[in-house]
């Protein structure tokens, strides 16, 4: 029993060592967002390569760190039809976008814009990871201990 306690401070020792660690790396940069937005009836209308059917979407390039903390987008978004199964966009003239629109009596407005977090969620989240980075740093202060008195 006694051995036990000095080989599982070994191990932890061993695994979280920075060698471990170094292999990890996190992803950051510009990257391009696909989001669903409307689901077009399944009709020949419709219908692109390889019989799968287009949906709407919105796309967007925007600079972030490990896929959930956007930090600012570089490219405003704009709707694309969309097929979810082989994963690819296609660009629609803005005639045809329209006609869409018209037909399915949707508000392009009400589509084509981006969720509060993608906008400044990860501003602020970034924000708070610095600030408490530096609030960290910061050495705090002692307060004196006052010790009894004697009367």
């Known amino acids: 029993m006694a051995m036990i306690r000095p080989l599982f401070v070994a191990l932890l020792v061993a695994l979280s060592s920075t060698s471990v660690f170094a292999r990890l790396k996190i992803p ?11 689901d077009l009836p399944d009709t020949e209308e419709f219908k692109v390569e390889h019989g799968n059917f287009m949906d709407l979407a919105t796309f967007h390039k925007e600079f972030n760190i490990a896929y959930f903390l956007p930090l600012y987008v570089t490219e405003e978004p704009k709707l694309v039809g969309y097929d979810a199964q082989s994963d690819t966009y296609y660009d629609i003239p803005q005639d045809q976008l329209d006609a869409i629109l018209a037909a399915e009596k949707l508000n392009k407005e009400d589509l084509n814009k ?11 989240v970034a924000l708070l990871i610095i600030g408490a980075m530096i609030w960290g740093v910061i050495p705090s202060k002692k307060e004196e201990e006052v010790g009894p008195t004697n009367v």
């Not at 990257?31 to 669903?36: A, D, F, P, S």
């Open 114 to 124: 981006l969720s509060f977090y993608t906008r400044y969620g990860g501003k602020l």
């Open 28 to 38: 950051f940069g510009e990257r391009e967002v696909l989001n669903k937005v409307h």
